[in-house]
């Protein structure tokens, strides 16, 4: 999610949440919106490492193409409260992420549309992220 205008870039559930697979969609991401300034994440894999002084690979991949990492404090989800807003969102409509692979899919691809385009944001002085990033194209800065 982008922390500015709280548009959800990706919603998607990965099979498998290691540096391959989640590098593999920041490099999407990345060449379909530009490169991020920083990269906000909890302490889970593969955004953290157990070994002490060594920050993860995805961490180091990240660095490297100029994207600075920010990890929030260990036991601190309001430090990351746009993104916690959005899986209660999410948890409120009523997307599945125990659902087989097909359903996943559509439900996160329909609610993406409404978090995006429908849903009124109070940060946003109540308009959807999709008005924004509407806007910021017409004016020819979306990246």
């Not at 990351?80 to 959005?86: P, Q, T, V």
């Amino acid at each position: 999610m982008d922390a500015y205008s709280r548009y959800l870039l990706c919603c998607q559930n990965l099979n498998f949440k290691d540096t391959l697979h989640v590098g593999a969609v920041f490099e999407r991401l990345f060449r379909d919106y530009g490169l991020a300034l920083r990269v906000r994440s909890d302490n889970g894999p593969p955004f953290a490492t157990m070994a002490t002084g060594r920050p993860p690979r995805l961490s180091i991949n990240l660095i490297k193409a100029g994207v600075m990492p920010e990890w929030i404090g260990p036991g601190k989800p309001q430090q990351n409260g746009r993104y916690e807003r959005m899986h209660l969102t999410m948890k409120q409509e009523g997307v599945d992420l125990s659902a087989n692979l097909d359903l996943q899919l559509k439900t996160l691809g329909e609610f993406s549309d409404y978090y995006n385009f429908i849903r009124p944001h109070e940060a946003l002085d109540q308009k959807s992220p999709g008005i924004f990033i509407s806007l910021l194209r017409d004016l020819g800065m979306e990246n």
